[in-house]
């Protein structure tokens, strides 16, 4: 979903306090009635100027009018819920300009920024809902109707996840972006000088690259925490020329939302599924597969060649160390959970899941087998390709792209099913 910004210096103080009004409205109605809104904005005009003000924001689709409904009333539209939320981080002093479009991912837009100083920096959108439309019947069955079901308020959750989550493991020395604000959907963070992993052709030393990921890993779960989507894509390799100025970091690991706790049920194979997703780009891009070496006193302070063991095995070396987990209240720690607790864990886990099925789904036709007479320690298992047909899936891409468009526009006729999913009639 594009983010037009055009009409922010053109609202007025009323505009706000009244696009203000209606997304404090939508978190106990669907759709916030006329009357409640005039309550909520307290504007000193009367009902008049805020009429006035619910037809300007109608018109630039920040806020829309719900047909057929049992009562006259509006609600936000992901545009107005962009903009309430780019105006905090404007008030704090954090955003000044923001800039192009830097990537589009699964549950996210990221863009470029800048401070009154003119510093880049990143600003994350979370957008919680729009790729998962594909599996939502099956697999979002912890929505419930109401607050629980808005895709809006997930993305909210998810964002002020995020942001917990860089906050406590940078605090911890972990090589992560430096987090700076939060607002509703929106994570501002450190610009990494650097560019995804999976631009990586050429590497002076890929076998250390190799052993420092395996570590992160290992590091991370010690912690009590397991990134559950760690690959090529959330990975920043920094630039050499910086890497070799800062003489520390060379690399900057993103995306953390989905993260679990290493009390979680299934905590063995997220943490092996990231081990695989390091392994198997090493073994594509540079050929490199640690060899097994019998000798006993090799060194067990890494992973790879010349180490004892070429990858980590959860059971074997994860040894908690720290309790962030519980800090964070990740999914799976072991503590009585809230209610947003359990709205977001079940988000989290349709995101695990949804990086699963992407992870069985990749095409590895160009790697070779793993030799049967090597330990367990040095093989893994190839993803397995789906089963389903590319035109199945373009049907379901393009009846989601309609249910984002109605959603945001208010424009289209939406139901939703028993489970709080929208559905198209």
């Known amino acids: 979903m594009k983010?037009?910004?055009?009409?922010?210096?053109?609202?007025s103080p009323d505009d706000w306090k009244v696009l203000q009004a209606v997304e404090k409205g939508s978190n106990n109605h669907e759709v916030v009635p006329t009357k409640l809104i005039g309550q909520l904005a307290h504007l000193k005009s009367g009902l008049g100027t805020t009429n006035k003000c619910i037809g300007d924001l109608a018109k630039i689709n920040l806020i829309s009018r719900l047909r057929n409904a049992a009562y006259d009333g509006y609600r936000i539209t992901y545009n107005g819920f962009d903009f309430v939320a780019l105006k905090t981080l404007h008030q704090h002093g954090n955003i000044e300009e923001l800039e192009h479009t830097i990537g589009v991912g699964k549950e996210s837009d990221i863009y470029s920024c800048k401070t009154k100083d003119g510093v880049k920096r990143v600003l994350?959108?979370?957008?919680?809902?729009?790729?998962?439309?594909?599996?939502?019947?099956?697999?979002?069955?912890?929505?419930?109707i109401g607050k629980g079901g808005s895709w809006m308020y997930l993305s909210k959750l998810a964002a002020q996840r995020e942001?917990?989550?860089?906050?406590?493991?940078?605090?911890?020395?972990?090589?992560?972006?430096?987090?700076?604000?939060?607002?509703?959907?929106?994570?501002?963070?450190?610009?990494?000088?650097g560019f995804p992993m999976r631009q990586l052709y050429n590497h002076h030393n890929y076998e250390k690259l190799y052993c420092d990921l395996m570590k992160f890993i290992v590091k991370l779960a010690n912690n009590g925490l397991i990134h559950c989507?760690?690959?090529?894509?959330?990975?920043?390799?920094?630039?050499?020329?910086?890497?070799?100025?800062?003489?520390?970091?060379?690399?900057?690991?993103?995306?953390?939302?989905?993260?679990?706790?290493?009390?979680?049920?299934?905590?063995?194979?997220?943490?092996?599924?990231?081990?695989?997703?390091?392994?198997?780009?090493?073994?594509?891009?540079?050929?490199?597969?640690?060899k097994k070496v019998d000798n006993m006193m090799l060194d067990e302070?890494?992973?790879?060649?010349?180490?004892?063991?070429?990858?980590?095995?959860?059971?074997?070396?994860?040894?908690r160390v720290n309790d962030l987990d519980v800090q964070v209240k990740a999914s799976g720690y072991k503590r009585k959970l809230n209610n947003e607790d359990l709205d977001l864990q079940g988000a989290v886990k349709s995101m695990n899941t949804s990086g699963e099925e992407e992870w069985n789904s990749?095409?590895?036709?160009?790697?070779?087998?793993?030799?049967?007479?090597e330990s367990d320690y040095y093989s893994y298992d190839e993803g397995e390709e789906t089963d389903d047909s590319e035109g199945a899936q373009e049907g379901e891409e393009d009846e989601n792209e309609r249910i984002i468009e109605a959603l945001s526009s208010g424009v289209g006729e939406l139901k939703m099913d028993s489970l709080g999913n929208y559905i198209l009639e």
């Open 301 to 319: 302070d890494g992973f790879g060649n010349g180490f004892k063991y070429g990858y980590p095995v959860f059971e074997r070396d994860v040894e």
């Open 362 to 373: 990749d095409d590895d036709d160009d790697e070779e087998s793993d030799e049967s007479d």
């Open 3 to 11: 983010l037009d910004t055009t009409y922010m210096r053109y609202l």
């Open 163 to 193: 942001y917990e989550f860089m906050n406590i493991l940078y605090r911890n020395g972990f090589d992560v972006p430096t987090p700076y604000d939060c607002s509703r959907h929106l994570v501002l963070m450190e610009l990494i000088p």
């Open 229 to 290: 989507d760690f690959n090529e894509y959330n990975i920043m390799i920094i630039d050499k020329e910086i890497a070799d100025k800062e003489e520390k970091r060379d690399f900057i690991v993103i995306d953390f939302p989905q993260c679990i706790s290493i009390e979680h049920p299934d905590a063995s194979f997220y943490f092996k599924r990231d081990v695989d997703c390091i392994r198997r780009f090493f073994k594509r891009r540079f050929g490199y597969k640690p």
């Open 124 to 144: 994350k959108i979370h957008r919680l809902g729009r790729i998962s439309f594909r599996t939502v019947r099956n697999k979002r069955d912890y929505l419930k």
